[in-house]
T-cell receptor, first 112, second 117 residues
Framework: GQQLNQSPQSMFIQEGEDVSMNCTSS?????WLWYKQEPGEGPVLLIA?????ELTSNGRLTAQFGITRKDSFLNISASIPSDVGIYFC????????????FGSGTQLTVLP | SAVISQKPSRDICQRGTSLTIQCQVD?????MFWYRQQPGQSLTLIAT?????????ESGFVIDKFPISRPNLTFSTLTVSNMSPEDSSIYLC??????????????FGPGTRLTVL
């Protein structure tokens, strides 16, 4: 199946630092979604992107839909302890029946 | 957005038995999906639950093992049949809503944590 390459796999950062993670693919996507998952919970939608080049913010989070439609990044500014969790990118392939393909996830740990 | 609940939240089952997981959405959704996730791993799509017709399964998943029902626009069930320890996983239900024409968002339930002994 299609794959999304998400990096980094894990990050250990100090509180207050900025964080960046990204997803890339060899395929073209119509939609990019970024989710956060905490232990014992389902993924929670953070940001949805629908147009190439689109830059969208949600509080301290900013995500961009790559101009080639094959990549996306998520930035978190001024991290806080509650940012801890696993962040997943998910894309909807061009021409697909709306199923999502998920990245492998980025485990974020914020040190006080 | 949509709020999705799942029952049970977790279960421990014996090998060879079956478990049915329920998924309820608080509003009508266009599509419903079932995923499987190993702890700390990514999500793998099992099938798309189609309202009033047979589910559409992804490669590696079959109806006899994972029968799915979706009798209306807000409810679906997934049965894990004839379970083995390899079926131990987190099973997640999701629903897709339309934020606008061509703009769809997918929301997830909290998951069902299944352990097969």
């Amino acid at each position: 199946g299609q794959q999304l390459n998400q990096s980094p796999q894990s990050m250990f950062i100090q509180e207050g630092e900025d964080v960046s993670m990204n997803c890339t693919s060899s395929s073209i996507f119509n939609t990019w979604l970024w989710y956060k998952q905490e232990p014992g919970e389902g993924p929670v939608l953070l940001i949805a992107l629908y147009k190439a080049g689109e830059l969208t913010s949600n509080g301290r989070l900013t995500a961009q839909f790559g101009i080639t439609r094959k990549d996306s990044f998520l930035n978190i500014s001024a991290s806080i302890p509650s940012d801890v969790g696993i962040y997943f990118c998910a894309g909807q392939l061009a021409g697909s029946a709306r199923q999502l393909t998920f990245g492998s996830g980025t485990q974020l740990t914020v040190l006080p | 957005s949509a709020v999705i609940s799942q029952k049970p939240s977790r279960d421990i089952c014996q090998r060879g038995t079956s478990l049915t997981i329920q998924c309820q959405v608080d509003s009508q959704v266009t599509m419903m999906f079932w995923y499987r996730q190993q702890p700390g791993q990514s999500l793998t799509l099992i099938a798309t639950a189609n309202q009033g017709s047979e589910a559409t399964y992804e490669s590696g998943f079959v109806i006899d093992k994972f029968p799915i029902s979706r009798p209306n626009l807000t409810f679906s069930t997934l049965t894990v049949s004839n379970m083995s320890p390899e079926d131990s996983s987190i099973y997640l239900c999701s629903g897709e809503t339309l934020a606008g024409v061509g703009y769809n968002e997918q929301f997830f339930g909290p998951g069902t944590r299944l352990t097969v002994l």
